[in-house]
């Protein structure tokens, strides 16, 4: 099997995108056509809609892009119901030929951090939930990444480690500077060294990293501390982050970063200019325009722009 | 309700032991008599095992203890059915009285830590899974702790925030030092500050701290750091720690710390002493046996042989 990173590199060159479509499901921010007549405090319900919501959306972002992401928060938050809707998203998403990022933020240690890469990382003949790439954070250190590298590569599977955060408060203890620099920067050379086993024909290792779009400064220097890590970049859309933001985040060949927009692709049916053309009985159209709206924005404002087949 | 900093205290004064026992189910290690005739690749089979197993040991400790710790890595790896052992053992020790401490070190930002919250936190009528408390990752700083405290406080339950792991690698991060002191220190802050608004008869708010019981210097340190906060401890055991090491973590009255030991309990059959006076056939007998040792040790050499009803 291609290792990840070649994978990742094929996809974005078919798809001509970068763009990461993240499935977050929020059961009051539903398409009123999927939720007529069911009950939030009804699991099973709620973890119905979230099946019919997300495999919608596959349907629709499927031929444009070549990445989603599934929030594992939302689908926990509905129990036992939510569990088996995600496991259904991420296969039917599998089926459709993206590749599945799953967003868990998972970490521990030791052989508990190898129980939760055998969990999420692989193919499902060999992971209960099959997916692509898991998210995972830092701060249990070197010897809780190190499971998750060795089943990643393993598998022809990749992680994303949390590296510089799109959130406000992110800086509290990412920021925090000794003389070597902020830890955000200690991690990132840490990603760096991670990848070294795993580099391929694109140039990119299985180890990622994620680094916010609402900090454009930081997008370029972590670019130019690890050369050999895909990017995920959350906070484009609604956390403020625009394509021009994300541009530092590339090579010059349009590789190295997928960029994540989550609630202003799926709940696009609600917001202005979607909400006016669309509404909620073609929710899928206005899940389409976005897509294709964010597409042309990241070609026209990026290197994306340079990606070849 | 009361708040979770006081039903612990209760819990801690009840059974008169700070004794935290860790469900940690692996296949491998169950005990043959559970095992046998099952395919540790059929996950119906494996789920049920956990199930069975982690029903059997919480059977043995509910008397003696009352707090117990499944570990949500071992039950993710087995996929949905893991997911359902995972509902129906907090579910059971719910029922047995014990209060549950979800360790799935989850962390997100904004809605999304909102989400887990709501989904682990505060009893069955107000969340998916019914946990007391869940322990929770600091690296994506204030804002993605505060939607934790809310619901916690909300519900009557509580997080453990990392601090100080137990693991050799967890230096790499956690000890980088600016001139206000090191990550962990900083973080510990963060906790104490954190637990102002819910600080009870007990002395100690809702908001607790993950140290480990492998840097004892630390645990005196921090417990001066955190005069306000629960200490969940690991790393005894199995990991090195000894009753000797984390007795800093307590205050006075024996009060302030649980000390946690998954495998030196739960697979204690496998083990000398116990191994050559229960073995396979009375594993709940090596279990019993393990948990009065650990309560004996603590009793002996930690200011928790103070505790009074």
């Not at 990173?5 to 398409?31: C, K, N, Y």
């Not at 055998?118 to 995972?136: F, H, I, K, Q, R």
């Not at 992110?170 to 060294?193: C, K, M, P, T, W």
Request: net charge negative; charged share 20%; with cysteine.
């Amino acid at each position: 099997m291609d290792s990840y990173a070649e994978r990742l590199a094929s996809g974005i060159r078919d798809s001509q995108t970068p763009t990461l479509v993240g499935l977050d499901p929020r059961f009051e921010s539903l398409p009123e056509t999927i939720t007529a007549g069911l009950s939030k405090n009804n699991p099973i319900e709620v973890a119905g809609a979230f099946q019919v919501f997300c495999k919608g959306v596959i349907d629709v972002v499927a031929p444009l892009v070549s990445v989603v992401k599934p929030q594992a928060a939302f689908f926990e938050q509905v129990g036992v119901p939510g569990m088996v809707a995600l496991a259904e998203t991420i296969s039917y998403a599998r089926e459709k030929g993206l590749l599945v990022i799953l967003d868990g933020k998972r970490n521990d240690i030791g052989s508990t951090a190898a129980a939760y890469a055998d969990a999420y990382l692989g193919p499902p003949e060999t992971s209960a939930w099959g997916a692509d790439a898991l998210t995972v954070s830092p701060y249990l250190g070197e010897d809780s990444l190190t499971p998750f590298v060795e089943v990643a590569e393993r598998r022809g599977a990749g992680i994303f480690v949390l590296v510089k955060t799109s959130n406000p408060g992110g800086g509290l203890f990412q920021d925090i500077e000794n003389d070597q620099g902020a830890v955000y920067q200690h991690v990132a050379r840490q990603v760096e060294s991670l990848n070294v086993s795993s580099i391929g024909a694109s140039g990119y290792g299985s180890i990622g990293a994620v680094v916010g779009a609402t900090y454009p400064e930081q997008l370029g220097e972590l670019r130019r501390v690890m050369p050999h890590a895909w990017f995920l970049v959350p906070g484009y859309g609604a956390q403020g982050g625009t394509a021009a933001d994300v541009a530092g985040a590339f090579d010059e060949k349009g590789l190295g970063a997928i960029v994540n927009n989550s609630r202003g692709i799926i709940f696009a049916h609600a917001k202005t200019p979607y909400r006016e053309r669309f509404g909620n009985a073609n929710w899928q159209g206005a899940v389409e325009a976005a897509t294709r709206d964010m597409i042309e924005s990241l070609r026209a404002e990026t290197p994306a722009g340079q990606l070849t087949r």
